[in-house]
């Protein structure tokens, strides 16, 4: 392992008898598939295909590092090769991506390796050309994709901003992305530029470590609702421009990242919105998805009725991928499930179960639930949670389901961001309470003054 990588060369019979060589489940793996010169072995003394069981046997923390070694081990180590062998040996990874706003105009992205407890800062995203249509003229300018994810503005700020007047649309500052996850990699969907709902989308490759555009969404759309379903990317609502204004969009559609192609969805009925008493209210109050999980084979909208500064919870509806059809949410999991801020419902799901964390009415702790489907109702499993009141940032907590259970990210007075789990002491879960409880912190890190913005898990 402790050898140099040289220039040795292999005739073309050789490395057939390599490729021949199989290590069980592993003879996929063929030294001809990786961009990397064909001559050239990844540790000299060894055939590629051991090197391979090798290099999938360390940990991911190293493998920055080890593509310095040379051209053949960065072309090894980023191979998608080496990422099927990992998960055929059950050897991938989580790690979790926290996204961070510092200034109004940048985004910044974040890695946590649990298991050594280290972070990784992400490369910048890449940027993009915006094009304002508006006003009957074209202006093109260039813009940085994490301005648009970056601004702390959110959607209650945003609907608050349009109906007050207190700026047009073309001068709104950038806001409103949304983010998921799929086939091990991140991505970034849209969000509003100025007076241009993008439907941009940008993806981040953890083998790489790169930023990618890939193929745009179909609509436009800012604060729109992301998940994973079926290994395909659900983005579901938000708002757009309309004649009149602010437009919020009933819409969605599906992203196959195996062929990169988009599909449209059927609108969300709204059908708890089709019963209001008069037309005068059907035309005040406005239809928007709050939130969105993948649970049990079934996207989860939970929805909401606007008219500001007002917003009327209206349960939900679920979207079922096998009959391409929308059904209404049973009345205790629409009903009961907790805003996190006005016009946002936080929902993960870990193990087949659906979480959410309910904020105090003094926004200094909250109440971790889950809800239980046989009797129609969230229960608290985590009677307190220490989070602060950061009222004015973009997500003043988040969750994440990493490992199997269920994470609370949020930043203390002190600007350090905590990435906690809450243990259950003598497995007490039906009656839990603050003293059986000991919160187990996973990592820690001073961010300054930046403002939480998403987070996900990726498995690679």
């Given amino acids: 392992m402790g050898s140099v990588v040289s220039s040795a060369k292999i005739n073309a019979r050789s490395m057939d008898r390599h490729e021949k ?59 998608s090769e080496l990422s099927q062998l990992r998960r055929e040996l059950g050897l991938t990874e989580e790690w979790l991506y926290v996204l961070t706003k510092l200034e109004p105009n940048k985004l910044d992205c974040y890695a946590l390796d649990p298991l050594f407890r280290k972070w990784q800062r992400l490369p910048p995203m890449p940027s993009f050309v915006s094009e304002e249509e508006s006003t009957g003229r074209t202006q093109s300018s260039w813009f940085q994709m994490w301005n648009v994810v970056g601004s702390s503005i959110r959607i209650a700020d945003f609907i608050k901003g ?29 969000g509003f530029s100025r007076a241009v709902a993008l439907n941009c989308v940008f993806r981040y490759n953890p083998c790489l470590n790169v930023w990618q555009e890939v193929s745009p969404m179909i609509s436009g ?14 983005v579901v609502g ?11 969009l009933r819409s969605g559609e599906v992203f196959d990242p195996k062929t990169g192609i988009w599909s449209e969805l059927p609108e969300m009925p709204f059908m708890k919105a089709q019963v209001l008493p008069t037309a005068f209210l059907a035309d005040v109050l406005k239809p928007i998805a709050t939130g969105m999980a993948s ?10 009725l606007y008219s500001w500064p007002f917003f009327f919870d209206i349960g939900g509806e679920i979207y079922d991928p096998e009959l391409n059809s929308w059904e209404t949410m049973a009345d205790g999991l629409g009903d009961g499930w907790p805003a996190r801020q006005a016009g946002t419902k936080l929902g993960i799901v870990v193990n087949e179960e659906l979480y959410t964390l309910e904020p105090s009415s003094s926004l200094d702790s909250g109440q971790i639930k889950r809800y239980d489907s046989e009797q129609d109702t969230w229960k608290t499993i985590v009677p307190q949670v220490p989070v602060h009141d950061f009222t004015d940032a973009e997500a003043p907590f988040l969750l994440a389901g990493l490992h199997g259970k269920v994470h609370v990210i949020t930043k203390e007075a002190n600007n350090n961001l905590q990435v906690m789990q809450a243990v259950l002491q003598n497995n007490i879960e039906n009656s839990p309470s603050e003293e059986n409880i000991i919160w187990n912190i996973l990592a820690s890190k001073n961010f300054g003054s930046a403002e939480l913005v998403s987070c996900q898990v990726l498995d690679v």
Avoid: H
């Fill in 21 to 79: 060589s199989g290590f069980g489940s592993n003879k996929r793996v063929k030294i001809s598939t990786y961009e990397c010169d064909s001559f050239q072995r990844i540790i000299p003394t060894l055939p590629d295909e051991l090197s391979f069981q090798i290099l999938a046997r360390l940990p991911r923390l190293y493998y920055l590092k080890l593509k310095l070694v040379s051209q053949a081990w960065k072309a090894a180590i980023t191979s």
């Fill in 162 to 190: 349009w109906f007050r007047r207190r700026y047009g649309l073309d001068q709104m500052p950038f806001c409103g992305c949304s983010v998921g996850v799929a086939d091990g990699c991140l991505y970034v969907f849209g």
């Fill in 221 to 234: 759309r800012a604060f729109s609702k992301a998940a994973l379903l079926q290994s395909k990317l659900y």
């Fill in 238 to 248: 938000g708002v757009s421009r309309g004649r009149n204004g602010l437009l919020p």
């Fill in 295 to 304: 649970y049990k084979g079934k996207l989860y909208v939970p929805q909401s």
